[in-house]
């Protein structure tokens, strides 16, 4: 799949468990934990995108599908903080 931007790292808060659901967590929340996770956008195959997220630990993933990658920023920026400008967009392949 092609990928489009990429965070290596970023800590955010989470509440839940690895496999029995999880999602992100308000600031305030004092049983939220911090973890650091890798975010990608990529391609769903298609012509739409995919919004890709594991901790860095392995222990957490999910992804959402959206039909523009600007559907896909704009989520990773309502659930996460991620603001469009740290994203890094990977060099483009021949």
Same mark, same amino acid.
């Given at each position: 799949?092609?990928?489009?931007?990429?965070?290596?790292?970023?800590?955010?808060?989470?509440?839940?468990?690895?496999?029995?659901?999880?999602?992100?967590?308000?600031? !305030? !929340? !004092?049983?939220?934990?911090?973890?650091?996770?890798?975010?990608?956008?990529?391609?769903?195959?298609?012509?739409?995108?995919?919004?890709?997220?594991?901790?860095?630990?392995?222990?957490?993933?999910? !992804?959402?599908?959206?039909?523009?990658?600007?559907?896909?920023?704009?989520?990773?920026?309502?659930?996460?903080?991620?603001?469009?400008?740290?994203?890094?967009?990977?060099?483009?392949?021949?």
């Amino acid at each position: 799949m092609k990928s489009y931007a990429i965070l290596e790292s970023r800590v955010v808060r989470i509440l839940g468990h690895p496999n029995s659901g999880w999602s992100p967590a308000d600031l !305030d !929340d !004092d049983n939220a934990l911090e973890l650091a996770f890798r975010f990608e956008i990529t391609s769903d195959g298609n012509k739409n995108f995919l919004l890709v997220y594991q901790s860095l630990d392995g222990r957490y993933a999910a !992804d959402s599908w959206h039909e523009t990658e600007e559907e896909a920023l704009a989520c990773a920026e309502e659930l996460f903080g991620i603001a469009p400008s740290e994203w890094v967009r990977p060099e483009p392949t021949l």
